[in-house]
């Protein structure tokens, strides 16, 4: 997969948020091997909480900031169709809320980095067709494909829970 990354204010400069997005799209698709074509595009922006918020009540009609933000282009039918090869193709993007990454990781004692590690994988993967908002049992699954990609990078679960094995 290809990513089209942006990160603006308030982001602090002093970040690798470009390779942090590039780690946490590596281990994705090493969860969700659907991911893995080269040929699919995600944009990343890394923004402020009055953008995502714009963003949210213009397309989810939920007048608040949230941390992250995945808009799909590819139905999950056709990613899974999707021939390796041929054009580039779009499959959708995702916006981070500075502000609210940055508060969540505080209440969690974690680094807002593996922080937002975990938004980009949640990210990447609801672009990918999973939701955790349709039952107990897609929450689960979901959950533990991004408890299992975090743990490739070396952070803990953000769930707090221990996975089988």
């Known amino acids: 997969m290809q990513l089209e990354i942006d990160v603006e204010d308030p982001w602090?400069?002093?970040?690798?948020?470009?390779?942090?997005?590039?780690?946490?799209?590596?281990?994705?698709?090493?969860?969700?091997?659907?991911?893995?074509?080269?040929?699919?595009?995600?944009?990343?922006?890394?923004?402020?909480?009055a953008d995502v918020h714009a963003l949210n009540a213009e397309w989810r009609g939920k007048d608040k900031p949230t941390n992250v933000l995945s808009f799909p282009m590819l139905e999950r039918s056709e990613l899974l169709d999707l021939a390796p090869e041929g054009p580039p193709e779009m499959l959708g993007d995702i916006a981070l809320a500075h502000e609210t990454c940055a508060r969540e990781a505080a209440e969690k004692g974690v680094p807002v980095d593996h922080h937002a590690a975990h938004l980009i994988v949640h990210g990447l993967l609801h672009l990918a067709g999973y939701d955790h908002e349709i039952s107990e049992?897609?929450?689960?699954?979901?959950?533990?494909?991004?408890?299992?990609?975090?743990a490739v990078l070396g952070l803990a679960d953000p769930y707090g829970r221990e996975l089988e094995q």
């Open 137 to 150: 049992a897609d929450a689960d699954a979901m959950e533990a494909l991004e408890i299992k990609a975090l």
């Open 12 to 49: 602090p400069s002093a970040g690798d948020w470009e390779l942090l997005a590039q780690r946490a799209a590596l281990v994705a698709s090493q969860v969700a091997p659907e991911l893995a074509q080269e040929r699919l595009i995600t944009s990343v922006l890394f923004t402020s909480d």
